[in-house]
């Protein structure tokens, strides 16, 4: 397939080389201008890939987004003049939100959305290192996207494991639980994923739980506080090493993700008009951090 990868960071450039050594024709759009640029996996060979070719992103049967999200509807929406409106489009990144606004801005295409567990780094600009093995789910998000689950074994062949989710939603409500969690809280306090275990995090951890599934009720996805704890505690104890990508973020000044992760919690509790305090401090401090720069 012709596959563009829209903003090749450490998850664009990991798939960008798997999708090619699958045997798929890849090109990059990234913000760079040169005509080609290098991706190396770990010590494979580099691969230099087109960049910025409007002619290949026209021909694209597959956009493979993989900017953070605030980004998101901005460059789309610079680059759908080159899109060909049977393109399968492909959001890929943490947090929730911007299906919405892609949806508007491009009705037509087939939109499927991506979350994944494997890690990635780059180490500089032309090296990418595959840093855990993980599980990629994709699923459609409007009506011409349901015919594309052809896209998971597409997929599965390039980098194992992926799967067709028929409600793609409660996937991500899920990783958004977990991401509501982890993130801001290891962001403030500028620690390891580990460190949440203490006990002194136990009774924030638990409110913001609370109030995540009150939300999730409320959205008609089915979720289980006790469940839901359990996997926090889990991902918690499995990643105590890591750094979340909230914490890196705010460590390196960058602007986080958390409009389209808390933030999109406190956009649908107020929709239902449900009281979500502990989130909404949280948002508020990443905030004001962000804002002290
Ligand atoms: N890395 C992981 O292990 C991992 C795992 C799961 C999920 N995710 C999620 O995946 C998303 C991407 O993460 P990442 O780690 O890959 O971030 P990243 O390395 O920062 O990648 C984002 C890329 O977008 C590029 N970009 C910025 N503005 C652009 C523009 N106008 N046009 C085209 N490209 C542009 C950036 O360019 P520059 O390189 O020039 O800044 C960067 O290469 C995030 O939502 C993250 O939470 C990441």
Request: glycine share 4%.
């Amino acid at each position: 397939m012709n596959i563009t990868i829209v903003g090749p960071g450490a998850i664009g450039s990991l798939w960008a080389s798997y999708l090619h050594d699958a045997g798929h024709k890849i090109s990059l759009w990234s913000r760079h201008k040169d005509d080609t640029l290098t991706i190396q996996r770990d010590s494979y060979p580099a691969l230099s890939l087109a960049n910025n070719d409007t002619q290949a992103l026209k021909s694209a049967d597959v956009i493979l987004v993989t900017l953070k999200a605030p980004l998101v509807s901005s460059v789309l929406h610079q680059i759908k003049p080159h899109i060909d409106v049977d393109a399968i489009i492909i959001l890929m990144h943490n947090g929730m939100g911007t299906a919405e606004s892609v949806m508007t801005l491009m009705p037509e295409n087939p939109l499927v959305l991506a979350t994944t567990t494997h890690g990635a780094y780059r180490p500089s600009a032309t090296q990418v290192l595959h840093t855990g093995q993980g599980q990629t789910l994709l699923g459609a998000v409007n009506d011409k996207a349901l015919q594309c689950s052809f896209l998971a074994e597409v997929f599965h062949h390039a980098l194992s494991d992926v799967a067709w989710h028929a409600n793609i939603r409660q996937a991500l409500w899920n990783k958004l639980a977990v991401n509501c969690a982890i993130n801001p809280l290891t962001a403030i306090h500028q620690v390891r994923n580990g460190e949440l275990a203490r006990s002194e995090f136990r009774a924030q951890l638990d409110a913001i739980i609370d109030e995540v599934c009150h939300v999730m009720e409320a959205e008609e996805i089915a979720v289980d506080k006790a469940k839901l704890t359990v996997l926090i505690d889990q991902v918690i104890h499995s990643t105590s090493n890591n750094f979340s990508s909230m914490e890196q973020d705010i460590a390196h000044q960058r602007s986080s993700e958390i409009d389209f992760i808390t933030g999109y919690l406190l956009q649908c509790a107020s929709n239902h008009g449900i009281d979500v305090p502990t989130n909404q401090a949280l948002y508020k401090a990443i905030k004001q951090i962000e804002q002290s720069w």
